[in-house]
């Protein structure tokens, strides 16, 4: 089966159980770096993409890139979800149209899958 | 072993205050009631940090020394941070910020900032959570996750607790979550609204225009169909006390201020009909007291700044990531907060450039790059004070072990000494030549 090496989504960071557990551990903490690094797809995305759990995927926004490992998540088709940390702030837009909040949900990504 | 009951956790906007804590010697040695999180703060080892200068390990007055040294030279600084710091520190950072003429923010211009300025132009029919569990038989969760968020909120307050008149607990309760995401708080709801990211103003409209009595053209409004928006309207007039939480999906996503205000105006326009209050999800253990002590301080809740010398409010202007990424600011204080962590990469690498000072109790992301690493005992654990839950009930945080740290609050009151006397010496130096 051919795959698409590429798609395009949307990105929302949020909170987890996890995190939130690796933040009261302290941001060296194993459970934090290791929660902050996923990121959720869903499972026709990880079809697309011919993905597995794990593997690993670029994703790329207007204001940066990072890779993450992929984890299957509940999630619409085309949305994409990473927990918030400092790989999911690469990708977030800063600019805060005179709200003073930059832009952490919503925003336009490509996701693509890496060679192994 | 010491054995204290009713400990408040600080970790959270929920500020449980039913924590039993067991204690041998100077250690934490058991948690009791908490949840995942709340155990991790308490057992995490203290005073693990030792202060540091660029880097290396001097003694706590040097660190002190040093920034009082890069504040008083600084032409326009920022301090940052004060959600996970009690309240009479977030007094003596407002007095330090006076003192220097600094801009001052709390992490409330990345979390709940867009809510308060909604807050500002609506106004807030809000309870106590006291009431939610004692009265709310319909409760709304809008973009928000608490039970991956705050754990215990459903079991204390708002879903499983039993109170006066639902006494029956989830079985006297209707609930409604709207989301992007089917989140973990979703799979527990009667009724769960999958919007259309950024869609959350058109649902909230739909809404609204349905409860007026108009009649709504079109089919789906932000994902959610007409038949959803008939029904959750009927289930919310129908609602004897209804209570509407929301989280960040409104706040960070397209719109803004423009999503919270058109929900505070929801709840508004129910109280014509039934009784009806809305509760911000407030996530750091201590943001709502940021914004009320910044308020009865400056008259302004965040960004907030003083270089004329009296407090004028700018958000978007004077909050965190606009200083940062336009480098207006030249030194930076950080107070119990992890900006590198949090804000957008381009905030937290310009925090780099500058002279930072970090006070916290754990060497954070931030601390890494600071000039100057001031450890501090951490609040509600080695350190007493005040926080305030997310409904604006303020909760005493207790000193349960010893830390040979000072609090952050004693932290920046030496700071804020530090700078007077400096700038009484040059005015005394300037008056000599
Ligand atoms: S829900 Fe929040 S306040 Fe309550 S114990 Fe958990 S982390 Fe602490």
Known sequence: ?116 | MRRLENIVCSFCGSLCDDIVLEIEGNTISKVRGGCAISRSKFLSPIDNEVPLVDGKEVDFSEALDAAVEILAKARHPLIYGLSSAGSEAQAAAVKLGETLGASIDSTSSVCHGPGTVAKQLVGLSTCTLGEVKNRADVVVFWGCNPVEAHPRHFSRYSVQAKGLNTEGGRRDRRIIVADVRRTATAKAADIFLQVEPNGDFQVLTALRAVLSGNELRGDTFGGISRDEILNTSSVLQDAEYGVFFFGMGLTMTRGTHYNVQQALSLVHDLNEKTAFTVIPMRGHGNVAGAETVLTWQTGYPFGINFSRGYPRYGPGEFTVTDLLCREEVDAALVVASDPAATLPARAGEYLGKIPTIVIDPNYSATAKFARVFLPSAPIGVAASGTAYRMDQVPLPLKKVIDSKYPTDCDILLAIDKGVVECFAYKVALSMTH
């Open chain 1, 1 to 116: 089966m051919a795959f698409i090496p590429e798609i395009h989504a949307i990105l929302i960071t949020g909170r987890t159980l996890r995190q939130g557990v690796g933040v009261a551990d302290g941001k060296d903490s194993d459970v934090y770096k290791k929660e902050t690094s996923l990121v959720e797809l869903s499972s026709s995305t990880m079809e697309m993409l011919g993905l597995k759990h794990g593997d690993s995927v670029e994703i790329s926004t207007d204001f940066g890139v990072g890779r993450f490992l992929c984890r299957k998540g509940d999630l619409p088709e085309g949305i994409i979800f990473i927990p918030y940390g400092p790989p999911a702030n690469r990708l977030t837009r800063d600019a805060t149209e005179g709200s003073g909040m930059p832009g952490f949900k919503g925003i336009p990504c490509k996701v693509r899958r890496r060679k192994t």
